[in-house]
C-alpha cells in the first residue's frame, strides 16, 4: 500500500484498502470512501475545465456538509489551494478574504450567494463560482461565470496539475482578534504530516467514528477530516445551535473520539450526560486553549472511561503538544511535550533556552512548522523566523537556516521536560508589579463553581498599571453572588490577583469565529463602555 505525501492521497489510498467503508456521515446520508474519491476527482476535473491555474485559490463558502469536504480536498487535487472560509463570516469579512488572497472559484450555495451580492463585484480576481444544486435561476452577465455544483462534476475528468508535497495545499485565516484577519499558508507536507502525528498518538483506526464539531476552516476542526481519512475511519459532520445537539450527536452516532474548545467544553458540562456515553466515547480532546482544571473534572466524572487528552497548538504550525492520559492526574496543568515529528523549545529572548520552570516563548520547529503568512511579510518575520545557531538541532556545520514558528505564547518547561502555558504575550497583565495572567485567573474562578462562563482582563489604572476585570455568566439555573465570589477569590487568590471588578452578564458570552470566548470584543466593549 503507498504512502501518503499529498492532502489528496489521504482518501484515494484510503478508497483503495476499504472502498466500501464509510467516510462521512452528515444527517441520515453517509458517503462511501470510494464515493468520496470518485466526487473528489471529478470537482477536480471540473475545475481543471474552468482553466484552474496550479496554485491558484479555491475559497468555499459553506456550512459542514459533503460538498464542503469535496471541494476542500477536490482543490489540491486539481493542483489549487483551498481556502475554508467559516460559515459564521459576514460578507465585508468573507470580501476581505477573496480579495486578500486572489481568488479565482468561489463555491458557495444559493443563500450565501445572495448575501454577497455587491461583496463578490468588488473582487476582481474572481472567474467563477459554483453554486450547490438548487432551482433559483443562476446569475449571468458580468466577468464572473456561474455553474451549478451538478454541472461542473458532469465534465469528463482532467487530470490536475503535478504538484508536490513543499507546495502550497491551503490558506486558513484566523479569526483577526486584532486587526484584519492573516492567512496562515500550508503545505501539504504540513497537512500530511500533521495527520499522521496526531492519528499516531490518539491511536485513530479505521473503526473509529470522529464528530466534526467544530469549523472546518479551523485548524483543529479541518483535522478531524485529516485524521480520520489517514486511517479510514467514519467522520459525522454536524452544524449544531445548542450543545445539547452534540451531545445528542455522540449518543446517536455512537462517537469514539471527540475534540472541541474550552469554552464548548464548559457548556456541556452543564447538561446531564447519558450513562453509556462513555461504554463507546474512547476519548475526548481540548484545542484553542486551557482546559480549565474543573471542566477537567467534571468531563471525567462524567466519562470514566474515556481518556482525555490536553493538547496545545497554533494554526501556525497546526498542533504542538498533548498530554498523554496517563499523566493527566499528575500533571493536571501541563500541556504536555512535544506531538510526534515535532520539537518544541523554550527560549529566551536573545533565543538561548531557558532553565528548567524558567519562562520563555515557546516556539515550535520542525515538519508542521507553515509557510508564513499570506501576503503579509511584516507579520511572517515576526512570527517565522530562523532558529538561532546552536539551539538543539541545529549543528555549528549547517549554513542554510531553519525557519520556526515563535508562537508569542509564555511557557515554562519542567525537570520532566513537561509544558506548562503561562499566557499570551499580547494577553498578560501588569498589575501592581506583578505580571498575571488572565488564564490563571479564569482558572480560579471556575474553581469556585460559582460561574457559569467567564473572561478576565486588564484594564489601566492610574495606581496599578492594570486593574484586573472580570465579565462572568451565572451557572446553569443559578444567580451570580459577585459578594460571595469576590470573598472566595481573596481567600483563593494573593491579594494583586483579586479583580477589581466584577460584571455579570447573561451567557453564553460572545464566541469568535473559532468558538473561543472572544476576550479582546469584550474588553474592548467594557472600555467604551465604561470610560464614555
Partial sequence: MRNSNLLPELIAIAAERSPDATALVFGKEN??????????????????????????????????????????????????VFVPLNPLLKPEQIGYILRDCNVRVLVTSPERLALLSETLNQCHDLRHVVVLDSHDPLPSGGPVAFFRWSELLSLPRKTGHRVIDTDVVGILYTSGSTGKPKGVVLSHRNMVAGAKSVASYLENRADDTLLAALPLSFDAGFSQLTTAFHVGARVVLLNYLLPRDVLKAIGREKVTGLTAVPPLYIQLTQLEWPADITEHLRYFAN?????????????????????????????????????????????????????????????????????????????????????????????????????????PGREAGLVLPEIAVFSGDTVRMDEDGFLYFIGRRDEMMKTSGYRVSPTEVEEILYATRLVGECVAFGVDNDVLGQAIQVIATPPAGNTLDTAALLAECRARMPAYMVPAGIEVREGPLPRNPNGKIDRKTLSTEWVEKNTA
Fill in 287 to 391: 484545542t484553542g486553549g486551557r482546559m480549565p482544571r474543573e471542566t477537567l473534572a467534571l468531563l471525567r466524572k462524567n466519562l470514566p472511561k474515556s481518556k482525555p487528552y490536553l493538547m496545545y497548538g497554533l494554526t501556525e504550525a497546526f498542533r504542538s503538544t498533548y498530554l498523554p492520559p496517563a499523566e493527566v492526574d499528575r500533571r493536571p496543568d501541563s500541556i504536555g511535550k512535544a506531538i510526534p515529528n515535532a520539537e518544541i523549545l523554550v527560549l529566551r529572548e536573545d533565543g538561548s533556552p531557558c532553565a528548567p520552570n524558567e519562562p520563555g516563548e515557546l516556539v515550535h520547529r520542525g515538519a508542521l512548522v507553515g509557510m508564513g503568512y499570506w501576503n503579509d511579510p511584516e507579520k511572517t518575520a515576526e512570527r517565522y523566523k530562523p532558529l538561532p545557531a546552536h539551539t
Fill in 31 to 80: 458517503q462511501t470512501y470510494e464515493g468520496l474519491q470518485g466526487a473528489v476527482a471529478d470537482f477536480a476535473g471540473g475545475l481543471m475545465h474552468l482553466g484552474l491555474q496550479r496554485g491558484e485559490r479555491v475559497a468555499i463558502y459553506l456550512e459542514k456538509r459533503f460538498e464542503t469536504v469535496i471541494a476542500s480536498f477536490g482543490a489540491p487535487a486539481a493542483g489549487g
